[in-house]
């Protein structure tokens, strides 16, 4: 069994194709990736329109066909200890030593300032951050938000996997 897991932390309001950039060379990459999925207690509001269920569905809709390939709930907490021990946990039970955690900007990047400030928790685990260039598909899910906002569902056809910009236009 292969040692390593490679992760990746965010929300996906929405997903959009910078997030798939990164999963799709996760997958030609590695064996056994997951995708932490951040859940909020709030939702429909402008920072985060959608659910955790629909974000799920966009994402396993998008790689219905891949099977090296996870999507888990991070649930938000209120201490930033007990984010990160959650971290640990499903770290702990996929039964690996090594994380390599995939990311846009280590110096930007929340979730990763979050790890790294507790990253003495990982004492017993390798951690190996990643930094992916995002010049590569330069799209926030700001500026799909804003699209959407503003344009509504028709201008954000090129941000967007395809099986979210249909799941998108059916729902209004």
Request: with cysteine; aromatic share 14%; net charge negative.
């Amino acid at each position: 069994m292969n040692q390593t897991l490679w992760l990746y932390i965010w929300r996906f309001q929405p997903f959009h194709n910078g997030h798939k950039s990164i999963i799709d060379r996760m997958i030609q990459e590695n064996e056994q990736n997951l995708i932490l999925i951040g859940v909020s207690d709030s939702y429909e509001t402008t920072e985060n329109p959608y659910s955790y269920t629909q974000r799920l569905g966009f994402m396993s809709d998008t790689y219905q066909d891949e099977t090296n390939i996870a999507f888990w709930p991070l649930i938000d907490n209120d201490s930033d200890k007990k984010w990160v021990q959650q971290i640990l946990w499903i770290w702990y039970i996929q039964k690996v030593k090594k994380i390599q955690l995939y990311c846009w900007s280590i110096a930007e990047d929340s979730a990763i300032k979050v790890i790294k400030q507790y990253e003495n928790l990982f004492t017993w685990k390798q951690l190996d951050i990643i930094e992916i260039d995002r010049n590569i598909v330069p799209i926030s899910g700001t500026q799909v938000r804003h699209e959407m906002k503003t344009e509504w569902v028709e201008s954000i056809e090129n941000l967007v996997p395809n099986e979210v910009y249909d799941s998108l236009k059916k729902t209004g």
